[in-house]
């Protein structure tokens, strides 16, 4: 495994099971006071497919992946966000980010907003304020269909490693970091349609299509930063350096002539 | 970075309200003092509190968790079997219920026209008094009848059946003849109870008829379904719309709307006579199955395929699937069964379908139905005797119809032509009317030939926006309400939530206004509280003792071992002697239904599991999560009409007409369309939800079954075009 | 540099035991103060950065301050409390007195003229060796490598003090300006710090430049390091003397001139 965290909190998500009621997300904004535009958890509504009358649909429950390769973390500046060692949660040190945003563009799965109102990035936290007194996280607890499962994967006892044994099929949304590793996902995805796999995307109306997850890409901030930026400060205080070193070696072989009078 | 289909889009395109912009998190309130009171909240200010969710009839049990002296979340309490630990996205709302900016929470008295919207705020002692005056001045000129009362099944309703039959009026209407009656009446006459209870461990195969229960939720049932599809069960969901609950079976069956019955009859046509059906069981417990062999023969696969476009085989095949599953077999018997003149038949035919698989005892229990056996009762006299016939009709017209369920869309018709009597006044608490009965503008004039109108609720719904006084009650969290039997705990209501303003329990609310009524007998209790305690002294404990687990225990009742039905015969009636006295079919029969001309469309209801009917659509949590409300159209419809996704477009039945933008999807039959009700408000008190969608109820028209009083709600035709 | 081995030994030692005054009090406060707060804004600025991606700072110096402040967000605080000290206090000393006192300095001293591009173009090829035999023109109180170079650090300061404060006022800012003044931030930064080491090599490490590190402190600089490196300046400062010397003669011819008158009356 790319981390060697203590424990590797992660969800299973059961596709057959999710009715997309969406209690989950009511949960959610309550239990972490979510502004009204945001939402920290949705279902991707996979739209109504096949010919009349055999018809399908799915509905994928989605948060952030706490991925064990995370693009987000990469991205940001001052290490704000970051993958907790001890379990494995992808968190946000709301004290330390200054809502720069390059995290949320990172993020392949669209998982993170910006909390205008404070200026800060905010996203799935795993409930951590509820898992670490033993509770499960708020959208899993009340998962009327029994879709969501959390747990930490390193215990082979967990609801969510025996969910993944005894799974029909199984699903990860990898997707490409800038850096041409794979994000590695911790949310997995179980009895999915074979269609699923392929995941275009709709949105509740069945009008536009769009892939999600895409791979993250430098933003120009960054292309700008590691091409130009860099090299060229570096250039230039290489430079001076060398001018001066040359120069300073020429007077110690010259002598400090020039000095005395 | 490519434009893709994120959960921005996905709210943006749910709904927000004009002009909503980021409100800014959710401030949690302060605990009631009560709770304080009660010794569940810590030094700390911690805690959870036992209370019940009231944000649909199923009322899970709810732990309100508290931290720092606020109320911050609601989870279902894992004690109740309604919830077992989960709520639904309603029930998880419930904060934002109580905390609506638009909550009355002051006595408010009419200064403008009716409809304007404008009122003053008075002092309980005004808005009561004012209340009580009218009333008893409408009673001494016309005659108590001249008062109607309206309320939604609500665990306070006996109490306020004590104002209307203390007052000595019979008209009563409830929302029941608008969703349950056909099922219910069915029971009773097959059963005698009005709803068996069901078993989901004991289901292998399940039929459903409607019942969309991945939508019209019900926590624990919802949860069930869920469980046995895991686990293998088969499901077969019939209903012209693929739900979701279509997405989750295993086959869907697109009937043709009103031929539900038809396809029940095959499905026993098919049982009888290939001698599948329990033969024991019918001989033992069941009465009038050979009038029913012969009567069935004639409602063969082949008639149904013709009434329902559901292939022959397909239903012979069901059928000896259904029969394979012997007693683990159940056709669902529905909830909302309003559908067609003829759902009562369709009930009928379900019940009589479980009857002769003789499921009862496996995947069919009997329920004690409601009422508390077991909690102390609070003393009253005896009601006055009351004269007058009910204007609607029960029971000289539908003697059928259990007088506590009442008809309440024929009510509104009979209180409208005045026939036989004119009423003058209204008193309405926790119902809606402008929204919920069909054909709205009726509804609308009734308003205006009333003297005077009184609302009891706790925000400023449609019906409220034409009253005369509105009388603020205090929210399900900020109140105690009386006991909740389920099962065999008797489940607590207490006050989660300082409540706010002057908003107070229905209790509290009803008594004071008994008291000036006169009637003060009939509520004999000091406050909530006592009500309880009276209630809990069969059982040896009172509020204070259960208040930190929310319930209080019956004790175990005696085995009864033999068990009999409560119909005239002692058992399953298949073929029903009341009915035939009554001169109707004694046994379930085809009527066939009326059916819409070659450009018309069914016009089909149903649910939503982010809402709940006409209430929820002002909660701004619910209303984050919703689907913009749409007019559902199969693509071939639409096509022939130039109509394209999200083209607003005018549907017109004989009572009315309205806008509403369509949704082009192939989920729904070419010859329906399909609104989600609870849109399309009045009231510009609502400020999230006035404005949004269209209301159904315009376009209802109004039809009741003579046998179960059920309001037809799909029996409406209507005609699409572009605007 | 080379004038002054046309200069007798005599007259040398003379103009090395005069003094001129370059700094005022002012002056030399601000540059210490700047210094002081750079050499605790720099290594935490550069601690903070700690993305895999711009990948700059080593892990290693990452760790060791966050721990020692006990997080990213107490280093972030630190850095940014600093820098807001640093930007009132020093926007304090540059605008107090803007117009009496800085417009003139800046427009008197900061401005390239002929013999500072003509020193551009031939001394940096003399530190290296090269060219040694060309004469390179006078300057004034600043050669031009020290105009140019304030040129970075107006320009660089005034960058640092705009990006800055975008980032600590999170919630007023959209996004995208959080994002731009990022690297504005990184650019300003690194543009001072760039030629820094020609500033800090030039004025405390280079021999010939010792009594410019300690005018930083005394604020004065001899008459022969003045003629020699700074010849223009040196000249006004010889100008000025020569003006109040003539207005001293001035004055005393004319009191004289009274006495005599005077005396002549009695």
Redesign the interface.
């Known amino acids: 495994m790319a981390n060697d965290t203590k424990k590797r909190f992660g969800f299973v998500i ?1 596709i ?2 999710c ?5 989950c ?3 959610c ?3 972490n ?7 920290r958890i ?1 279902v ?1 509504d996979q739209g ?1 497919k ?4 055999n ?5 994928v429950p ?1 948060n952030c992946m706490h991925c064990e390769n995370p693009p987000c ?8 966000t970051y993958k907790n060692k001890d379990n494995g949660l992808v968190l946000v ?1 709301q ?8 995290c ?2 990172a993020c392949p799965y ?1 998982a993170r ?2 909390d ?5 990035v905010d996203k799935c936290t795993g409930c951590f304020q509820r898992v670490e007194i033993g509770q499960m996280p ?1 959208c899993v ?7 969501r499962l959390f747990g930490d994967f390193n215990d082979p006892e967990s609801t969510v490693a025996k969910a993944l044994k005894e799974a029909g099929s199984v699903i990860r949304l990898d997707a490409k970091r ?2 041409g590793k794979s994000t590695e996902p911790n949310i997995y995805y179980v009895n999915a349609p074979v269609e699923m796999i392929n995941l275009i ?12 997850p ?1 791979t993250s ?3 120009v ?2 292309e ?3 091409k130009l ?2 090299p060229g ?1 570096g250039l ?2 290489a430079a ?2 060398g ?2 070193a ?3 070696t ?2 110690l072989v010259q002598g ?1 002539k ?2 005395e ?1 | ?11 943006k ?2 709904g ?1 309200a004009a002009g ?7 401030i ?1 309130p302060q605990v009631a003092k009560a709770a304080r009171d009660a010794g569940l909240i810590d030094p700390n200010g911690d805690g959870y509190i036992p209370t019940m969710c009231e944000m649909c009839v199923w009322r899970c049990g709810v732990l309100a968790k508290v931290r720092d002296g606020k109320v ?5 309490n894992p004690e109740h079997p309604n919830s077992r ?9 419930g ?2 219920n109580t905390y609506d900016p638009d909550r009355v929470l002051h006595p408010l008295i009419r200064v403008g026209k009716r409809g304007e919207g404008k009122f003053r705020q008075a002092s309980w002692e005004e808005a009561l008094g004012l209340v009580a005056k009218n009333m008893l001045d409408i009673k001494q000129k016309y005659g108590p009848e001249a008062m109607l009362f309206s309320s939604t099944h609500n665990i306070s309703q006996p109490v306020f059946e004590n104002i209307l039959y203390g007052f000595g009026s019979p008209n009563y209407g409830t929302q029941r003849s608008l969703c349950f009656n056909a099922m219910i009446v069915a029971n009773l006459m097959t059963y005698g109870m009005e709803e068996p209870a069901r078993d989901y461990g004991n289901i292998k195969y399940l039929i459903l008829t409607g019942r969309n229960l ?2 019209a ?1 019900s ?1 624990s049932e ?2 069930a379904l ?2 046995i ?2 686990q293998g069960a088969k499901v077969v969901y019939i209903d012209p719309r ?1 739900t ?5 079976a295993d086959e ?1 069956l ?1 009937i043709r709307p009103g031929t539900d019955s038809a396809f029940h009859l095959a499905m026993i046509n098919v049982i009888v006579n290939e001698g599948l059906y329990n033969k024991s069981f019918v001989d033992a417990f069941t009465t009038g199955f050979d009038q029913l062999s012969a009567a069935i023969t004639q409602y063969t696969p082949a008639w149904a395929e013709k009434i329902t476009g559901i292939q022959a085989g397909t239903i012979t095949r069901i059928a000896h699937e259904f029969a394979a599953a012997g007693s683990s077999a159940l056709a669902h018997n529905g909830w909302r069964t309003s559908n067609f003149l003829n759902s009562f038949q369709t009930q009928r035919a379900i019940t009589v379908l479980n009857a002769i698989m003789g499921n009862w005892g496996s995947t069919l229990h009997p329920a004690a139905g409601e009422g508390a056996g077991g909690l102390g009762s609070i003393p009253q006299p005896a009601y006055p005797r009351i004269t007058a016939p009910r204007l609607d009709g029960v029971p000289w017209k539908y003697p059928f119809v259990p007088l506590k369920l009442g008809i309440f869309q024929e009510m509104r018709d009979g209180a409208l032509k005045g026939d036989p009597y004119q009423p003058h006044g209204w008193l309405i608490s926790r119902q809606n009317p402008v929204m919920d009965l069909p054909d709205r503008q009726k509804t609308l004039d009734l308003f205006g030939k009333l003297d005077f109108i009184a609302t009891i609720d706790i925000i400023m719904n449609d019906t409220s926006w034409f009253s005369d006084v509105v009388l603020p009650e205090a929210s399900y969290l900020e109140r105690y309400d009386p006991l909740n039997p389920v099962g065999d705990k008797a489940f607590l209501r207490q006050p989660v939530i300082e409540p706010q303003g002057e908003a107070k329990s229905a209790l509290w609310i009803f008594k004071e206004l008994g008291t000036r009524l006169g009637i003060g007998d009939f509520f004999q209790y000091a406050d909530e509280k006592d009500y309880i305690n009276q209630q809990l002294k069969p059982l040896g404990t009172t509020v204070d003792g259960i208040a930190m687990h929310g319930y209080a225990k019956f004790p175990a009742g005696e085995d009864k071992s033999e068990f009999t039905w409560n119909t005239p015969s002692g058992r399953i009636e298949i073929h029903s002697a009341t009915l035939e006295k009554g001169g109707f079919s004694p046994l379930p029969e085809w009527q066939a239904p009326p059916q819409p001309k070659e450009d018309e469309f069914y016009l089909l209801t149903g649910k939503v ?2 809402h709940t009917q006409f209430g929820t659509q002002n909660n ?3 209303h ?2 919703e ?1 913009a409300p749409r007019m559902w159209m ?1 693509p071939d419809s639409a096509g022939k009409r130039g109509i394209k ?2 083209d607003m477009v005018e549907v017109t039945s004989e009572v009315g007409k309205i806008n509403v933008p369509v ?1 082009v ?3 729904i039959r070419p010859d329906c369309v399909y609104m989600t009700p609870g849109y399309g408000h009045l009231s510009k008190g609502l400020r999230t939800a006035y404005g949004v969608g269209a209301s159904e109820s315009e376009l209802h028209v109004t039809y009741t079954d003579p046998i179960s009083g059920g309001q037809a709600l799909s029996q409406t035709f209507v005609t699409v075009r572009k605007v | ?1 080379s004038s ?1 081995q046309t200069v007798p ?1 005599a007259e ?1 030692n003379k103009l090395r035991n005069k003094m001129y005054k370059k700094h005022n009090v002012a002056n030399i406060i601000t540059h210490w103060f700047n210094v002081f707060s750079w050499l605790m804004l720099l290594p935490t600025g550069i601690a ?7 990948g ?1 700072t080593p892990v290693w110096m ?1 760790e060791w301050f966050r721990n020692m402040f006990g ?3 107490n ?3 630190f850095h940014y409390t600093v820098g807001l000290v640093w930007m009132f206090i020093l926007l304090f000393n540059v605008l107090v007195g803007f117009r009496k006192y800085f417009v003139p300095f800046a427009l008197h001293r900061m401005l390239l003229d002929k013999d500072d591009i003509q020193w551009m173009m031939v001394k ?1 090829l003399q ?3 090269l060219k040694k035999d060309r004469p390179l023109p006078a300057q004034d109180a600043y050669n031009a490598g020290q105009k140019i170079y304030s040129y970075f650090v107006v320009l660089g300061t005034l960058g640092i003090m705009v990006s800055g404060p975008v ?7 959209p ?2 300006v ?6 504005v931030h ?2 300003s930064v ?2 001072i ?3 820094l ?2 500033h800090i ?1 030039m004025g405390a490490i ?3 430049e010792k009594e410019a590190f300690y005018s930083m402190f005394t604020g004065k600089v001899s008459a022969w390091y003045a003629k020699m490196h700074h010849t223009k300046w040196y000249w006004e400062k010889v100008q000025e003397e020569m003006d109040w010397e003539d207005e001293v003669n001035e004055k005393i011819k004319a009191e004289s001139h009274t006495k005599s008158e005077g005396a002549a009356a009695d």
């Open positions: 059961d057959s099971r009715i997309d009621c969406r209690a997300m009511v949960a904004s309550v239990e006071t979510v502004p009204y535009n945001h939402t949705w991707h109504v096949g010919e009349w009358p018809l399908s649909r799915a509905f989605y973390t990469e991205v940001c500046v001052s290490g704000a040190d004290d330390a980010c200054i809502g720069c945003g390059f949320v563009e669209e907003y910006i205008e109102a404070r200026g800060v708020a607890a009340t998962c009327l269909g029994g879709s800038a850096d995307t709709t949105d509740k109306f069945g009008q536009m299509e769009g892939k999600v895409e890409e430098y933003t901030s960054e700008l930063w590691k930026l860099i400060l230039a205080t001076a350096f001018v001066q040359v120069f300073f020429k007077q400090e020039e000095i009078e | 970075m490519t434009k893709s289909i994120s959960r921005r889009d996905f709210l395109l749910g927000m909503a912009v980021a409100l800014g998190s959710f949690p911050v979340k609601l989870e279902g630990g989960k709520l639904c996205a309603r029930g998880q709302s904060l934002m991945t939508e939720i926590t919802t949860s869920m469980d599809i895991s693929f979701k609950t279509a997405s989750k869907w697109p599991g982010q701004k949590l619910l984050k999560y689907d199969h996704d999200w949704r999807t192939a989920s | 540099m002054h030994v040398q903070i950065i700690a993305s895999p991606r711009l700059i990452q997080g990213t967000a280093l972030i605080t940096p530190m290296l060796g980032m600590v006022l999170k919630n007023l800012f996004p995208i959080k994002q731009i003044a990022q690297p990184f650019l690194f543009m710090v760039a030629w080491f020609i090599y280079f021999p010939e």
